[in-house]
């Protein structure tokens, strides 16, 4: 069945540092592919997402890049503040639905 | 900015017991959804719901569960016999447009406690 892999499960890095979360996707009819960040006891909230016809999206500190033929995507969080610490999902559309990452939670420390 | 809203934010029900948990979605979307999370684990996909119908529905999503719309506003999850596996935190979304390649929007949750 349809299914999304991430990793790291945990990402530990400094203040400064850059961080990088990577997923693939097994469908190869998957054509958006949202990030969520998810704070603890809080609802999942999209910080950047990216179209199939689209290689690279940024977003100030936040960049996502895609490769439809690997049916690779990451996501590229430059100068990491400790605001950042959360569990970061990466998704995948998939029908009617989006199959979600397992999720890697990022520390930032200080 | 508009958002999803969730009544109740935490409910807790002995086993066997029904409930239903309720969502607001955001006024001029026409898709919904719900999800589930176990602690700790990944957001999972129960049901897709479309024009008073329902679009998808996952292997989770059993005879057990089911979703209304019952006015121009509210959109119900209603669990008949809850199982102590029912327990996590329970997601309404809903986006704008066509299909699952739109930005959904996830309400705050409801987290479900089975005892």
């Known amino acids: 069945g349809e299914n999304v892999e991430q990793h790291p499960s945990t990402l530990s890095v400094q203040e400064g540092d850059s961080a990088v979360i990577k997923c693939t996707y097994s469908?190869?009819?998957?054509?958006?592919f949202p990030w969520y960040k998810q704070e603890l006891g809080k609802r999942p909230q999209l910080i950047i997402d990216?179209?199939?016809?689209?290689g690279e999206k940024k977003d100030q500190r936040i960049a996502v890049t895609l490769n439809k033929t690997a049916k690779h995507f990451s996501l590229h969080i430059t100068e990491t503040q400790p605001e950042d610490s959360a569990v970061y999902f990466c998704a995948a559309s998939h029908g009617y639905k989006l199959i979600f990452g397992s999720g890697t939670r990022l520390l930032v420390r200080p | 900015e508009p958002e999803v809203t969730q009544t109740p934010s935490h409910q807790v029900t002995q086993m066997g017991q029904e409930v239903i948990l309720r969502c607001v979605p955001i006024?001029?979307?026409?898709?919904f959804y719900w999800y589930r999370q176990i602690l700790g684990q990944k957001v999972e996909f129960l049901v897709s719901f479309y024009n008073n119908e329902i679009s998808e529905k996952s292997e989770i999503f059993d005879d057990q569960f089911s979703v209304e719309r019952p006015d121009g506003s509210n959109f119900t999850l209603k669990i008949r016999s809850t199982k102590l596996e029912d327990s996590a935190m329970y997601f309404c979304a809903s986006s704008e447009d066509e299909g699952a390649d739109t930005e959904a929007f996830f309400g705050q949750g409801t987290r479900l406690t089975v005892v």
């Open positions: 990216i179209r199939s016809n689209v």
């Open positions: 469908d190869s009819a998957s054509n958006y």
């Open positions: 006024s001029n979307h026409l898709y």
